[in-house]
């Protein structure tokens, strides 16, 4: 019974894995990485409106920190929530290991983050086209395995309390972090942050997607 329970849920991984990498697909422009690095914020159109995604200022991520302790006094309090090392138990015993998962992930993204470091160097020198080609290459691959690992490993603790966290902070980051430009000026895209929760475009979906991205290049500088 329990190798019938483990196989929907890596059957159901590989559906949700596929979605997730098509929907990045569409997504993901390797030249915005180069647009990152270069100048620490991401533009972009969508429906004849101009967005952008700026790195944080200190201001902000004081702000999103409070915002993220709040969030957790508020759950650890609530018995409903499970914490991340219980339910970590729980899988090892069904042969899940949780933690070989987290290990192999770090060693990739170890390897993508200094390729990263070396494509910066690589742009800041002005090389060839076939340079950049290579490294772009290499790092779309090492991304592809992180977020077939990362996506295993989510999908496995997505009710646990420090994952709920987790994605109210990046919820409230985005929010913080996006721009829109109306009559040459920059405003930011919700008033408030109920405002970013009720909103059903798919916009939502990219802003918080670069979120996350210039969060990965800010660690490398």
Do not use: C, H
């Amino acid at each position: 019974m329990e190798n019938i329970e483990n196989k929907a849920v890596e059957q159901n991984n590989e559906t949700t894995i596929k979605e997730v990498q098509d929907k990045l697909k569409d997504i993901l422009n390797l030249n915005e990485m180069e647009n990152l690095i270069k100048s620490n914020e991401i533009e972009f159109d969508y429906k004849d409106t101009k967005y952008r995604v700026k790195k944080p200022t200190f201001s902000q991520k004081q702000e999103a920190y409070k915002k993220r302790v709040e969030k957790f006094t508020e759950l650890i309090q609530d018995p409903k929530y499970i914490l991340e090392s219980d339910l970590k138990i729980t899988y090892l015993k069904r042969n899940v290991d949780i933690d070989a998962m987290t290990r192999e992930m770090l060693e990739l993204i170890q390897k993508r983050d200094k390729l990263m470091v070396e494509l910066g160097g690589v742009i800041k020198d002005k090389g060839t086209e076939s340079e950049l080609k290579q490294y772009k290459e290499e790092i779309e691959k090492l991304n592809n395995q992180i977020q077939i690992l990362n996506i295993k490993k989510s999908s496995y603790l997505e009710f646990s309390l420090e994952n709920q966290v987790m994605i109210y902070t990046y919820s409230y980051m985005t929010y913080l972090l996006s721009e829109k430009l109306v009559e040459d000026k920059w405003v930011k895209v919700w008033a408030t942050y109920q405002d970013f929760e009720n909103d059903k475009e798919g916009i939502v979906n990219k802003l918080s997607y670069y979120t996350t991205l210039i969060f990965g290049v800010e660690e490398l500088q």
